[in-house]
């Protein structure tokens, strides 16, 4: 099982990006799908998550700003993030639970099996 992270990149505020995690070895829509983010000096937390069965949920800073997806044809999942602040600035990862979550543990990064190696954010003021 491989993801791989990609789209990251350097945006003025207000700006969007679109991450893309592409997945090798199982369908995606097999799996419950995790963005973490993090940014210097401080711990990684949950961005977005999309379970199997589609439903999603969001930590509140990025609430309304950002829309996590999945193409289950392309095997991909995507977060959408627009209005980006800069307090958006962060290494973004995309992760993969082997089981189904129950809702609470969607935030958990521990419930999280399989990680991308993670894409660069950079938001400017």
């Known amino acids: 099982v491989q993801l791989q992270a990609s789209g990251g990149g350097w945006v003025q505020g207000g700006g969007s990006l679109r991450l893309s995690c592409s997945a090798s070895?199982?369908?995606?829509?097999?799996?419950?799908m995790g963005w973490f983010r993090h940014a210097p000096g401080k711990e990684r937390e949950f961005v977005a998550g999309?379970?199997?069965?589609?439903?999603?949920r969001y930590a509140e800073s990025v609430k309304g700003r950002f829309t996590i997806s999945r193409d289950n044809a392309k095997n991909m999942v995507y977060l959408q993030m627009n209005s980006l602040k800069p307090e958006d600035t962060a290494v973004y990862y995309c992760?993969?639970?082997?089981?189904?979550?129950?809702?609470?543990?969607?935030?958990?990064?521990?419930?999280?099996?399989?990680w991308g190696q993670g894409t660069q954010v950079t938001v400017s003021s």
């Open positions: 992760a993969a639970a082997a089981s189904n979550l129950i809702s609470s543990s969607v935030t958990q990064s521990a419930a999280y099996d399989y």
């Open positions: 070895g199982r369908a995606v829509r097999r799996w419950d």
């Open positions: 999309i379970r199997q069965r589609g439903d999603t």
